[in-house]
């Protein structure tokens, strides 16, 4: 049934191309670097790997507001869903769908995604929080006196 409700969002501009099997590594960016839009339907998450991925290839996302999701999705690029309203994903697509004629979008979203999820900038925040928390513990030298 959701099969037939997702696939019944074709319109004669857009093209679905329902995949449920598994992707292997070494084809994963034929599929991110071809997609429109990426569904994650997830029921419950608290973290996902497959929204990073996405967006490091600049690709808008469906996902539920779950988790760090809304967190961590780009705002312009996600297109959230309450997973317990039964119309939430279908709506979800669609909007995500008619996002897809903005020729901006994919430079936007992977703009976003350098910027936010930099690893000199990560590396920086990790220094800063280790300091902080060193300065707060007492010097094991004066501790011995």
């Known amino acids: ?19 449920d099997a598994f992707v292997g590594d070494n084809e994963l960016q034929v599929y991110f670097n071809a997609c429109d839009v990426v569904a994650l339907p997830f029921r419950h998450v608290l973290n996902s790997g497959s929204l990073l991925l996405a967006m490091s290839f600049g690709c808008p996302v469906v ?9 961590v999705a780009c705002p312009e690029g996600w297109y959230g869903y309450d997973p317990s309203d039964p ?9 995500g769908l008619a996002a897809t004629g903005r020729p901006d979008l994919r430079e936007r979203i992977l703009a976003f995604t350098a910027a936010r999820y930099d690893w000199a900038a990560a590396g920086q925040k990790a220094v800063a929080l280790y300091r902080s928390i060193l300065d707060r513990v007492p010097d094991a030298a004066s501790a011995d006196e």
């Open 1 to 19: 049934m959701l099969r037939q409700r997702i696939t019944g969002l074709r319109r004669s501009d857009i093209t679905i191309d329902l995949r």
């Open 63 to 71: 996902a539920p507001r779950l988790g760090s999701i809304p967190e």
């Open 87 to 95: 119309g939430g994903l279908a709506h979800a697509l669609a909007e």
